[in-house]
């Protein structure tokens, strides 16, 4: 006869962690385990193992370009959590936080995702978790940079790369120093912005994948030279960076170099290098998630195929430009309605406990009111029965007195 083995936290917990050991290898497999781990971690009322498991189900859904699944899962875990207190939960809730941001981020919701990075910020400060403490501050600073807070941004930057270089994380020292650089770009400060590019091209890379690197620091230093106009200079470091790039990079690395020489070309009228570099971003591009920055390439082979005399095609990539508009537009929408949905079911379950608060204070008041005026019948009963019974001492008192005077006469 077969029996099942029993579940418990400890194994839900262990599931979780051989979930870890092969996650990314098999997104649809890592999606089975993950609803596995939350139905068993259902069964046995295990918050924790639940919000682990809707914590990996929302980064698979995130890789897998549903966003909108994604945002729910994260905030279903953070819901479970929010009330407990520990350092395995607060390490959590950062990652949650981070995730939550990051979707918000990538939709353009700036204030929103700082304000999840914010929350983040705050409760691994509470526990001291410094890596977590340092990557919030860079995202933190990378979404004020984006929002043209510079200020912050910079503040922000210069805290994630001084504990980067403290507990020795070249991703994040090197992420730090590539976007200051791309701050002081925008400030117009190009031979500052030049020096921290230059920083990251001599920097001890510790990781295989220092080449990927290398390209962004190319491909920046090709922007400040756009920004002064000598396209000649720029050309040369965006060829370089997606050199670079192509050795040990992924399809998003390599497109945004790649579109970055097609609006070069299209704006020096060489439609031909235009298009030729457009179709290599196309094969790229199916493998990214929809963004303005990403479907622009459709509104540049547009213009690139009008140049040529194409206007058919040209035609073709302008109605592709609208349609994919139309989808990110439409997922922004889905994002937000999925967010004040989760506002009114907080909403409304703040609403309820309110009322379930207030009628356990009016129970409570009535039992307070019921127990004085019981004190105050015993306590009159009381002094009553106290009052008889000095009286009758004092008939019995008078009786034994007049008794005793009749035995002196």
Do not use: C
């Not at 700082?114 to 705050?122: K, N, P, Q």
């Amino acid at each position: 006869m077969f029996i099942a083995p029993t579940i418990t936290e400890q194994s839900i917990d262990e599931f979780n962690r051989e979930t870890n050991v092969y996650f990314g290898d098999n997104w649809a497999n890592d999606l089975v385990r993950a609803d596995s781990a939350v139905s068993m971690s259902r069964s046995i009322g295990y918050e924790y193992g639940e919000a682990y498991a809707l914590y990996q189900k929302g980064y698979v859904q995130d890789e897998l370009n549903e966003s909108g699944s994604a945002f729910i899962s994260n905030l279903s875990a953070l819901r479970l959590i929010e009330r407990r207190d520990s350092e395995k939960v607060a390490k959590l809730k950062v990652s949650l936080y981070i995730n939550t941001g990051l979707i918000l981020r990538q939709h353009f919701k700036y204030n929103e995702a700082i304000r999840y990075f914010s929350e983040g910020l705050a409760t691994a400060e509470s526990y001291e978790l410094k890596e977590d403490i340092a990557e919030l501050h860079y995202k933190i600073g990378n979404a004020h940079r984006r929002q043209g807070n510079l200020d912050v941004a910079i503040d922000h930057l210069v805290q994630a790369y001084n504990l980067s270089i403290d507990f020795e994380d070249d991703y994040l020292a090197i992420n730090s120093l590539n976007l200051l650089g791309m701050l002081h770009t925008t400030n117009g400060d190009y031979e500052q912005a030049r020096a921290f590019f230059d920083k990251m091209l001599n920097f001890e890379f510790r990781m295989s994948d220092a080449d990927k690197y290398h390209g962004f620091a190319l491909h920046n230093l090709a922007e400040t030279y756009l920004k002064e106009g000598d396209t000649k200079m720029a050309e040369q470091y965006l060829l370089e960076a997606l050199e670079k790039k192509t050795i040990s990079s992924n399809d998003r690395v390599i497109f945004i170099t790649e579109i970055e020489l097609v609006d070069l070309y299209l704006n020096s009228e060489d439609f031909e290098k235009a298009v030729a570099m457009s179709e290599s971003s196309l094969k790229h591009y199916k493998n990214l998630r929809k963004s303005p920055e990403f479907y622009e390439i459709f509104s540049l082979l547009r213009k690139a195929e009008s140049g040529l005399g194409n206007h058919s095609q040209s035609q073709i990539y302008a109605s592709r430009f609208e349609e994919e508009s139309a989808a990110f537009t439409g997922e922004q929408q889905e994002l937000m309605e999925i967010s004040d949905q989760f506002k009114m079911d907080i909403l409304t379950v703040s609403y309820f406990s309110e009322l379930e608060r207030e009628r356990r204070i009016a129970n409570l008041t009535s039992s307070i009111y019921f127990i004085i005026l019981f004190i105050f019948i015993g306590f009159t009963l009381w002094k009553i029965r106290q009052l008889y019974n000095r009286r009758v001492l004092e008939r019995e008192l008078r009786t034994a007195i007049h008794d005793l005077n009749i035995d002196d006469l």
